[in-house]
């Protein structure tokens, strides 16, 4: 029975299932020396005004050998703060839906966000907004290689693949890459996890149980991928 197979259990893991990310090795430290340096090319950049208003910019966590790629909107209060991205409840949420089907967010998933610095009031950040900065996504999309990439809430939708609203109906469907460093990988919306928090209802056919069907189906495709 796979992990949280039981209605009740849904997204319920245990305790100590959060692992450090993994010191690069040789093989990986050129990827890594990579990474250090979009980072610190994000901190310096001010290409859009939510620059303006950023405590710090928010580039990633998790794992950047790792197959799977967690796209978000952009950072909120807490990850403005800590400077890492999906640190808040939303986040802790995506831990535990990543973990009921085997995944730790730290060890298996790279992490990061469509928006590199936090929109004011927590606003869904604009079109230009997400235009601008997503060079730096696509830096990161290149370097990470992912071969699947999980788009948490219509605005990752809508940053990464263009496709505008309508999450409920695509949500759980896969789609495959195309153009934008987007080619050959697959890429599934999902509900983003703060729509979750709000809907907590454990249901058969609630969003709850909807995104447990979905991540059951990354974790078989990355068991595909090998
Ligand atoms: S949101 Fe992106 S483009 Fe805008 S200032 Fe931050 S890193 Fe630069």
């Known amino acids: 029975m796979p992990h949280g197979e039981q209605q009740g259990e849904l997204f319920r893991v245990p305790a100590a299932s959060t692992a450090p990310a993994p010191v690069p090795d040789g093989g990986s430290l050129e990827l890594a020396d990579q990474l250090d340096a979009l980072a610190v090319d994000c901190d310096a950049c001010h290409r859009c005004n939510l620059g303006l208003g950023r405590t710090r910019v928010v580039v990633s966590r998790g794992n950047p050998a790792a197959r799977l790629m967690v796209i978000g909107e952009g950072p909120g209060a807490q990850e403005d703060a800590s400077g890492l991205p999906f640190v808040g409840r939303a986040g802790q949420l995506l831990d535990q839906m990543l973990e009921s089907v085997g995944i730790d967010s730290n060890r298996d998933a790279y992490v990061c966000n469509v928006v590199k610095c936090r929109p004011p009031d927590n606003r869904?950040?604009?079109?230009?907004?997400?235009?601008?900065?997503?060079?730096?996504?696509?830096?990161?999309?290149?370097?990470?290689?992912?071969?699947?990439?999980?788009?948490?809430?219509?605005?990752?939708?809508?940053?990464?693949?263009?496709?505008?609203?309508?999450?409920?109906?695509?949500?759980?469907?896969?789609?495959?890459?195309?153009?934008?460093?987007?080619?050959?990988?697959?890429?599934?919306?999902?509900?983003?996890?703060?729509?979750?928090?709000?809907?907590?209802?454990?249901?058969?056919?609630?969003?709850?149980?909807?995104?447990?069907?979905?991540?059951?189906?990354?974790?078989?495709?990355?068991?595909?991928?090998?």
């Open 124 to 226: 869904k950040p604009t079109a230009e907004e997400m235009a601008v900065c997503r060079p730096w996504l696509e830096r990161q999309i290149a370097l990470v290689n992912p071969g699947v990439i999980l788009l948490a809430g219509a605005t990752a939708m809508e940053g990464v693949l263009g496709v505008k609203g309508g999450i409920t109906k695509l949500r759980g469907q896969w789609r495959q890459g195309s153009g934008d460093g987007l080619e050959g990988r697959w890429l599934m919306p999902i509900f983003h996890p703060s729509y979750l928090l709000r809907n907590p209802s454990r249901e058969r056919g609630s969003p709850k149980w909807l995104t447990w069907q979905d991540l059951q189906d990354v974790r078989r495709r990355l068991d595909q991928l090998g």
